[in-house]
C-alpha cells in the first residue's frame, strides 16, 4: 500500500459494515495499480448519518459508497443526484466534487447488467420478458436497469403486493406487477429470472420458489453471493438453466466509483474474484 500526505481517501458508509467486502476489493484495485490511496469501512448509525455525509469534504475525502441502511437518506442529503439515483431512488456511491458538493448516483444497475454481459454473453434482454422476485432496493434498481435495456416485459413479483406496485411507479410501462400466489406462472416464457432478495442467503430460507415453467434455456441470476451456489442456482442448473451468482455484480458495480475516487479504470478480473471471495471465508 502507498499511503502519504496526498493520498485520495474514500470508504463505505453502512450501519453495521463490518460484513461490507468493499475494503478488500477497493484496496485490491489500489495496490495493483500502485495508487496512493486508501479506502476505509466507516460505520455511521442512522441518527448521525447525514452529518457524517456532510463532513466529507472536510475530512478531504474523495467519496463514499453507501450501503444499508443509508441508500434512500443519501438521495436526501446530497446536493445533486443524477437521473439514475433519482429513478431508481437510492444512492450508492457518492462522489465529493471539487467544490466541496455531494454528487450521489447509483451503479447497482450498471453492475448487474455489466456481469450480466461479461457472464452469459449469448443473452439478449430485449429477446424475452424478465422475472425480477422482490422488493427492496435491489430490485428497484435492477427492474429499472432491465427496462433502460430493452427487455420487452419485466414481471415483478414480491410478497407483499403493495411494495412491488410502490416499486413500479415510474418504472415504465414495461414493469408488470404479478401476484405472488401466481410466480411460478410469471416464469413462463420468461428469458431471464432474478432473485434481488436475501432469500438463499447463508443464515436465510431458500427462495419458495418452483421454477418448474420457466424454459430450460432462460438465465438465472441470484445477487445473493454467500454462498455462490444458492439453493435456487442448484435447482436451475440441475434442470439445465445457464446460472449466474451474485459475486459478479458486487465486483462490477464498483468500477464507476473507484475511478471517481482515485482517477484509474479499474478491470474485474479472475485475480480479484478470487481475492473478494476469500474474504467470505
Avoid at 447525514?50 to 450501503?67: D, E, K, M, S, W
Wanted: negative net charge.
Amino acid at each position: 500500500m502507498i499511503l502519504t500526505g496526498k493520498a485520495k481517501v474514500a470508504g463505505v458508509m453502512g450501519w453495521p459494515v463490518a460484513h461490507s467486502l468493499s475494503p478488500r476489493l477497493h484496496n485490491f484495485w489500489l495496490d495493483q495499480y500502485g495508487l496512493d490511496g486508501a479506502y476505509v469501512p466507516l460505520a455511521v448509525d442512522p441518527e448521525h448519518f447525514p452529518q457524517a455525509l456532510r463532513v466529507l469534504a472536510h475530512l478531504g475525502f474523495a467519496g463514499v459508497n453507501i450501503t444499508v441502511p443509508h441508500k434512500e437518506t443519501a438521495l436526501k442529503v446530497v446536493d445533486q443526484a443524477d437521473a439514475v439515483a433519482k429513478r431508481i431512488g437510492a444512492v450508492n456511491t457518492v462522489v465529493v466534487r471539487g467544490d466541496g458538493s455531494l454528487l450521489g448516483t447509483n451503479t447497482d444497475g450498471v453492475g448487474f447488467l455489466a456481469h450480466l454481459a461479461a457472464a452469459r454473453p449469448e443473452f439478449d434482454p430485449t429477446a424475452a420478458p424478465a422475472v425480477v422476485i422482490g422488493g427492496g432496493g435491489a430490485a428497484r434498481a435492477l427492474v429499472a436497469a432491465l427496462t433502460e435495456a430493452g427487455v420487452p416485459e419485466v414481471r415483478l413479483c414480491n410478497r407483499t403486493l403493495a411494495r412491488a406496485e410502490e416499486i413500479a411507479i415510474g418504472l415504465g410501462a414495461a414493469v408488470r406487477v404479478i401476484n405472488w400466489v401466481n410466480r411460478t406462472h410469471a416464469l413462463d416464457g420468461a428469458g431471464l429470472l432474478v432473485n434481488a432478495t436475501t432469500q438463499g442467503m447463508v443464515g436465510q430460507k431458500a427462495l419458495d420458489l418452483d421454477i418448474s415453467e420457466l424454459p430450460t434455456d432462460a438465465v438465472v441470476y441470484d445477487i445473493v453471493y454467500a454462498p455462490e451456489r444458492t439453493p435456487l442456482l442448484a435447482a436451475a442448473a440441475a434442470r439445465g438453466n445457464p446460472v449466474v451468482g451474485g459475486l459478479g455484480m458486487l465486483l462490477h458495480q464498483a468500477v464507476p466509483g473507484f475511478k471517481a475516487f482515485f482517477g484509474a479504470q479499474p478491470e474485474v478480473s479472475d485475480s480479484l474474484a478470487a481475492h473478494v471471495r476469500a474474504g467470505l471465508a
